[in-house]
């Protein structure tokens, strides 16, 4: 039998790995508190529970109190993030200041409405190629959705606003959507 001249060549469709990659994702936000007062972190889990990542500050008895480390579920550093100044911050690979992966600017601080400006370093060696993205949101309903130009990249939004109203979620879990391949442009 002679094949359909409608067929599609195999060339011209996606992959499993590609179609896979373009599917979005959610992780769950859950902020941990140690004491009465907010010192604890932020832990990143899979739909199944299961920890991705935490993030830790440091005491704020020790030099280094301006810095948080985002650690993998081993508990090994992936990023340290630094605070230059009220409204500014710079992110290392690892747990050393040598490698900069971004910087954070506030550009907009008002009550109820905060946008940063995120610029990716792409490497020492080219300049030219760093990304750039945009950060908007609203601290007091917990939610933010970050561009790069009009691509959202990733959106955080409070668990109780996604239909779960028969269940009790308290306002410190929230739910991060990362929508893959938007950075790849």
Do not use: C
């Not at 409608?6 to 179609?19: G, H, K, M, N, R």
């Not at 971004?102 to 601080?109: G, M, N, R």
């Not at 959106?155 to 990362?178: A, C, E």
């Amino acid at each position: 039998m002679g094949e359909s001249s409608s067929a599609i060549p195999s060339e011209e469709l996606p992959s499993a790995a590609t179609a896979y990659q373009a599917i979005p994702f959610d992780l769950f936000v859950t902020k941990k508190y140690k004491h009465l007062t907010f010192r604890g972190g932020l832990r990143f889990t899979d739909s199944a529970g299961n920890l991705v990542y935490e993030v830790q500050k440091s005491d704020g008895q020790s030099p280094d109190f301006k810095k948080k480390l985002l650690l993998d579920s081993q508990g090994n550093t992936l990023v340290s993030l630094h605070r230059v100044n009220k409204g500014s911050w710079r992110g290392f690979k690892g747990n050393d200041e040598e490698d900069l992966m971004f910087t954070v600017e506030k550009t907009i601080d008002v009550l109820n409405r905060k946008e940063f400006k995120i610029k990716l370093v792409a490497g020492k060696d080219d300049p030219d190629s760093n990304i750039e993205l945009e950060m908007r949101g609203s601290p007091l309903k917990r939610s933010s959705t970050l561009y790069k130009g009009d691509s959202i990249v990733a959106q955080t939004s409070l668990m109780y606003t996604l239909g779960f109203k028969k269940i009790f979620v308290p306002r410190s879990r929230f739910r991060l959507t990362i929508f893959p391949g938007s950075l790849d442009e």
